[in-house]
């Protein structure tokens, strides 16, 4: 028996003893008990999406019923950003929470982090899961962890020239704005000690344009990207020397790509949704949860049930299966117009303005420049021009003042929807 096949087993029986929202569901599906045969499982158990787990919570709150144990058992709270659907509450029990320290202990231990590495968590101690299993593994780890939330951007770049850090954890866009503030600040020792930058929390460290971006702000840093979600917990990272491949953590957890339409699994260097269920978040585990993001199978044979290695995801996070929008006829990712703004290094930051309808719909884009000495007009038409032909369409681009768009320390919300 794989190590793989012994975990779902006992997450099997562990949610059909004691957790009374899988028990709905594997009945309801016509499962009497937990002895389902490993090969059996995708055919047969079904899938969980995200809007059971909030219509679960609205039914039974304020925690909803997928709790396997007692909730003395229970150690840990969490809440997710509610970007796309209501906030879903989380529990852990301190088992889960051990056992999401071990997949970053893995993770760490690929990308080559030390007990030596001094560690930055730039970003804000809030109730979603963020980097907080990051940085209790880094100090597990034996690291200097240094926390930074609560704090300036100025304040964050004080501390990490001050302690010397090694490794930044932060999100890509707040990447970027740190080696923005720095850059207006006039300083050139920046980056000089930061060896490895993980990002994470929203696509891009995957994206060629975007870490080519980043790579430019921190000279000498090894930029790492890292995928997970609070509801399901670290579960993909990436090793050296393969910058547009995410990993998930085989030990951890079973992947699944599906046709988000059909719900079958799609062929080699396909694009469909991720599914993962995790295998060691006994108290609130996910069991073939439909994550809405969008990956690419790789080339060749499906990867056989119980294999250790750990699946690739060429090209990392490509986007959301709900975040596609519709223009004139044209299926636009944002992630893909991100890309494109991102490969121009002029760009400070931008907002895309989408109408969905009325006589001006489609979309606008308002963008900030550094430095361009009044040629702002010239650039805006390039960019303009490089989306018509990345997209075939004409989408206005608008230089606007700098500092007057919104900064970002966790996920990005660039695209705002216009009723009007």
């Known amino acids: 028996m794989s190590h793989q096949e012994a975990l779902l087993r006992d997450l099997l029986r562990t949610v059909w003893e004691g957790n009374a929202f899988y028990q709905r569901k594997m009945r309801a599906n016509g499962i009497e008990g937990p002895e389902i ?10 899938l969980t999406t995200k809007a059971e787990l909030v219509g679960d919570q609205d039914r039974h709150p304020p925690y909803g019923t997928n709790l396997s144990f007692a909730m003395s058992e229970y150690t840990r709270y969490w809440q997710t950003s509610g970007t796309s659907t209501a906030p879903i509450r989380w529990l852990d029990t301190r088992q889960s929470l051990n056992w999401m320290l071990d997949c970053w202990d893995y993770m760490f231990a690929a990308m080559g982090v030390t007990s030596r590495d001094r560690v930055l968590a730039a970003f804000s101690f809030g109730p979603f899961l963020g980097f907080w299993t990051a940085y209790e593994s ?33 999100t890509p866009t707040y990447a970027m704005r740190l080696g923005e503030v720095a850059r207006k600040a006039g300083s050139s ?18 994206i060629p344009a975007t870490r080519k971006r980043l790579g430019e702000m921190w000279p000498g840093a090894t930029v790492f990207d890292q995928y997970g979600m609070t509801e399901i917990g670290p579960a993909a990272y990436q090793r050296p020397g393969e ?49 809405g993001d969008l990956v690419r199978r790789p080339e060749g044979p499906a990867p056989s049930y119980g294999e250790s290695a750990d699946l690739a995801l060429p090209g990392g996070i490509i986007g959301r299966a709900d975040d596609m929008v519709v223009v004139r006829g044209v299926n636009v990712y944002p992630s893909a117009v991100d890309a494109l703004l991102h490969g121009f290094p002029e760009v400070t930051e931008f907002r895309v303005l989408h109408r969905a309808a009325g006589p001006l719909s489609g979309l606008e884009i308002e963008v900030e420049f550094g430095q361009l000495d009044g040629a702002a007009g010239e650039k805006a038409a390039e960019i303009s021009s490089a989306l018509r032909v990345s997209l075939s369409l004409r989408i206005p681009v608008k230089p606007v003042p700098q500092g007057s768009l919104p900064r970002f320390e966790m996920k990005a919300r660039r695209w705002m929807r216009c009723d009007s």
Do not use: H, K, Q
């Not at 939330?149 to 770049?157: K, P, V």
């Open 37 to 46: 045969e490993p090969g059996e499982f995708f055919a047969s158990f079904p």
């Open 138 to 170: 880094a100090s597990r780890l034996g690291c200097l962890c240094l926390p930074g939330g609560g704090m300036s951007s100025e304040a964050r770049l004080r501390m990490l020239a001050d302690n010397e850090v090694s490794v930044v954890l932060c």
């Open 243 to 291: 910058p547009d491949t995410l990993r998930i953590v085989g030990s951890g957890y079973i992947a699944e790509i599906i046709d988000p339409a059909t719900l079958r699994p799609v062929g080699p260097g396909g694009t469909g949704e991720l599914v993962l269920t995790n295998l060691g978040r006994l108290g609130s585990p996910l069991l073939r949860y439909r994550t």
């Open 189 to 206: 020792g920046l980056t000089s000690s930061v060896r490895y930058l993980i990002v994470a929390g929203e696509p891009g460290g995957s």
